[in-house]
Structure formats: C-alpha cells, structure tokens
C-alpha cells in the first residue's frame, strides 16, 4: 500500500474542519479529506444562524439558556469557554469575508430561536451555514498549506498501543492508500446518514465512531441524538428539508389535525419534538402542521428566502397554507469523547464539532450553538496540535495490511456496529426514534 505523508489529517471538509485547518500557522502541511463533494456538509446546510455573546450583561442568560436546554447534563467549563470566545469566533469570522445581516446603520441584525431568553443570534438569510462553509471552503482551498480531496473515505486508524499514526483512506479511484501523519483530526459529522429520516447528507454515516469502537477509542453518550421538530413532510426519499427553528422564533406557530395549538413553539427542541410525537399518535398521523401568519408574503421571501422557496415548491405558502412538519434526526451531542482541546483517549488523534463530545450540548443541543461549538473547539485544537507538531516525527511503525474491504461492506459493518451501540445505550429512545435506512 502506497503511503504518503503529512503533519496533520484533518478528516471532514465541515466548519469544524475548515476552521481546525485555516487555524494552522502556515507552515503547517494538511491534508484535508471528505466522503463527497467539499461543499457537502451539514455545517452548509444549516439555516437558523450563530450565537454569540452581545454584551457582558447576557453571560449568565446565555450559560442559562445553553444549561436548561440540555438538561443540566453539560460540562460547565466547555459552556463556559464557548460563551466567551464567541465574539472572537465572530471578528475571526468576519474577517475571512463573512456577510452577517446587518440593519440600515450597518449594524449587526440578531433573531431568536427556541429556547432562548435573548436575540443573540446572528444570521444570513436562512442560509447561514451555506454563508459560513462558503468562505471557509474558499479560504481553505486560496492556501498553499492545504490540500483538499474530495470524494476520498478514511477506512481506517493506523494505530499502535494507543497512539494514532494517521489514517488509511480510500480516493476517488478506489485506490487505497496509507497515510502517515504527526497528528489527525476527525470532524466526519454525526451519523445521520444511517436513518430513514434525517437532515443529514446520507454520506454522513458515522464512520468515527465506528472506528472508535473498533480502536477501542472512548464514546461519550453516542445515544444523545437530537430530533429536529420541523422538517417538510415528504413521500419522497432522501434527506429531509429542515425548517428552521428561526421560523418559529419569527411567529410562526404549530397546530395538530384539529387546526388546534398544542405547544409553546419555543420551547427546547426535544421538548417540541415529543410534543409533536404525541399529537401525530393522538391523530394517527404522519404529521403536523406549522404556519407562519405573523408575516406577509414579502416579509417571508426576505427573511426566509430558501424555506419559502421549497415549501412553495411542495405547494405551500408559508404564510397562509397550513404546511406538514414532521419530526427528523437531525443533530448528535454525543460522540467520541473529547476534550476542551479535542484531546481523545487516542494519543495523537482529536476530534472537533459534531464528531466530538466535549460536554459542551449535554443531553439536549441549544438552538445555534452548534457552528459556534464546532469553530471555538476548532481553533482551540489546531493551537494545541501545533504547540506540539515540532517534538513529533512523521513515522509509522505498523504493518498495514495489502487492502481493506472494498464498499458496500464497510458501510454495513459500520452500520451494524452502530446501531448495536445505541441500542445497547439506550432501547427505549432506539425504539422510539432510530429508524434506520435500508439504503445506507
């Protein structure tokens, strides 16, 4: 098997890699990998915005906020620090040429999701994700540090009594090959990709983790899986169209089959998604309803100009047609245990965003705080790797095998060991909510 050699692997092409990577002193050589095209991460997919900390005054409404929405379960530090660094990521942000909505003074424009106290969200359009990864990908791809291939699946750690070596991967070609690296960082996404209705690409299937278990690399709560409340009801196969958590922070309100409230819409995402549960087997439905008649037609098009548009293009308007929602896996908390530094039980390999669990979500993510997790952890990790890149030689003292299975039988190991985890973690939550595709 052909080896090749870097300093640093950084696996995922999402904000958390891209910003793990742009965060490298320049001298630094990276490779970054991803499964399907660059662009296709659901850090691009995501609609409602980034929090951040507006002034002094709301640290402790936030931490509050970001603290009920998950249970309680959160680890105080990881908040703590992601709070505070918010402004920076935002200046950082900003400078690599990032477009925020802003007011007729040039001001900074902030909205409100659920679960939040404050307006302390900023935005672009109701694609803040797709803003963000733009001008991340752009950057990335302008440095001659860094250098992106696409359509290339890592298969495998090359490990050694607890130490990371790099990765094994498989290119566009079918070729595999070996490469041996000082450090590696996995930012793959969450595993929504394995389940028949998710908001994830269906590419993004867990594979950390299933490496994880097979390397015996330590997982923190892989069962705390975020079900989005409101994505557009389709027959259709494929990825399920969220409908931003921002639509109900703006007015817009949920009703069952009677045409009748049944919740506070801005409650905690798990909290609506159960809520939702109910009213569907009350009805015996598939479904319920979310309508948006706080705004006009025009008010609609400007502020959600992509959700208006796919919903018009289901035959609904937003704003005086009743539209079918439906719950979707949508997000992971849990994940490949890590630290505020994206230290794993690996020496030598770190993970960022959703691929990591540092404790910052606990149970239950707080809406908009997952582009701003993913970049405060990121920049926090490629500092803490480059501190050390210098004392760590580029060697590999493993005998690595001819080949790895060829696809689809990758994918069903990963699947299977996956599923049995969560099920093994958490039956009751399994049963509810894991419908697992047949196609993945």
């Known amino acids: 098997m052909e080896q090749i050699q870097y300093d640093v692997v950084v696996v995922g092409t999402g904000a958390a890699g891209l910003f793990t990577a742009l965060s490298f002193p320049p001298h630094v050589r990276i490779l970054m990998i991803t499964k399907d095209a660059v662009e296709n991460s659901d850090s691009y997919l995501a609609q409602g915005g980034i929090c951040v900390l507006r002034s002094p005054n709301d640290f402790e409404p936030y931490f509050e906020d970001t603290m009920r929405a998950g249970h309680y379960e959160n680890d ?33 424009r902030y909205t409100r999701e659920g679960a939040h106290s404050n307006y302390r969200i900023l935005y672009h359009e109701d694609r803040t994700g797709k803003e963000i990864t733009s001008v991340l990908i752009k950057e990335a791809l302008s440095r001659p540090n860094i250098t992106v291939k696409d359509y290339t699946t890592m298969i495998d750690f090359l490990e050694s009594d607890n130490v990371c070596y790099g990765i094994a991967l498989e290119d566009k070609t079918g070729t595999q090959k070996a490469v041996v690296a000082k450090s590696v960082v996995l930012a793959t996404g969450g595993i929504g990709g394995l389940f028949k209705h998710s908001t994830n690409f269906p590419h993004i299937t867990g594979d950390s983790f299933s490496l994880a278990i097979k390397h015996h690399v330590q997982l923190e709560n892989l069962h705390y899986i975020q079900i989005h409340p409101t994505t557009l009801y389709s027959k259709k196969k494929g990825r399920r169209f969220l409908i931003s958590e921002s639509v109900r922070g703006e007015g817009a309100i949920l009703l069952n089959e009677n045409h009748q409230r049944f919740i506070d819409e801005l409650k905690p995402r798990d909290v609506v998604a159960s809520a939702i549960r109910h009213e569907m087997d009350k009805f015996r439905t598939d479904h319920v309803y979310l309508t948006l008649p706080s705004m006009t037609k025009e008010e609609a098009k400007h502020r959600f100009p992509n959700i208006y548009e796919q919903c018009l293009e289901e035959g609904y308007d937003l704003t005086t047609d009743l539209v079918p929602v439906t719950p979707s896996q949508h997000y ?19 993970a960022v965003g959703e691929t990591a669990c540092n404790g910052v979500h606990g149970a239950n993510r707080l809406a908009s705080n997952s582009l701003l997790e993913s970049l405060v952890f990121a920049k926090r990790t490629a500092h803490m790797i480059a501190a050390s890149l210098s004392n760590i030689p580029i060697t590999c003292p493993i005998a690595l095998p001819k080949s790895y299975p060829k696809e689809p039988m990758r994918t069903q190991e990963n699947k299977t060991l996956i599923e049995t985890e969560l099920k093994r973690k958490d039956p009751i939550f399994y049963e509810k909510w894991c419908h697992f595709s047949s196609e993945s």
């Open 332 to 350: 992971l908390m849990g994940g490949i245990k890590a630290s505020v530094n994206g230290e794993t039980s690996m020496n030598r390999l770190y």
């Open 76 to 108: 105080q530090n990881a908040v703590k620090i992601m709070i505070e660094s918010s402004p920076q990521i935002i200046d950082d942000l900003i400078g690599f040429g990032v477009q925020f909505e802003r007011d007729e003074h040039g001001e900074l």
